[in-house]
Nanobody
Framework: VQLQASGGGLVQAGGSLRLSCSAS????????MGWFRQAPGKEREFAAS?????????FYADAVKGRFTVSRDNAKNTVYLQMNSLKPEDTAIYYC????????????????????WGQGTLVTVSS
């Protein structure tokens, strides 16, 4: 699976951005998808994940819960991360990741559980 993330940029605190991640795999609907981020000088951390079927089967890190929304469009082989009420501490490179899901509700949150990664897109939130 090849993943291509896009949508990053510079935004003021309190603003919004929507990230997109396009996948090359035709069986995209068999993969759980996740978003991770890595701030300068810090380790990569989990942000959000969504099951292969989407819908309400999502999982969020406490740091983004209530502000970020992950969704997917299986017809377009694309997963999204809508980011609202952005804070300077959200500044990071955001990566999308994919993992084959044997069950429809699988929403992994550990980086080690994902087998495929995109190249990342930079989000900078100014204060």
């Amino acid at each position: 699976v090849q993943l291509q993330a896009s949508g990053g940029g510079l935004v003021q605190a309190g603003g919004s951005l929507r990230l997109s991640c396009s996948a090359s795999k035709r069986a995209f609907n068999q993969y759980a998808m996740g978003w991770f981020r890595q701030a300068p000088g810090k380790e990569r951390e989990f942000a959000a994940s969504i099951s292969r079927s989407g819908g309400g089967n999502t999982f969020y890190a406490d740091a983004v819960k209530g502000r970020f929304t992950v969704s997917r469009d299986n017809a377009k082989n694309t997963v999204y991360l809508q980011m609202n009420s952005l804070k300077p501490e959200d500044t990071a490179i955001y990566y999308c990741a994919a993992q084959y899901a044997r069950t429809p509700f699988y929403t992994p949150s550990l980086a080690q559980d994902y087998g495929y990664w995109g190249q990342g897109t930079l989000v900078t939130v100014s204060s």
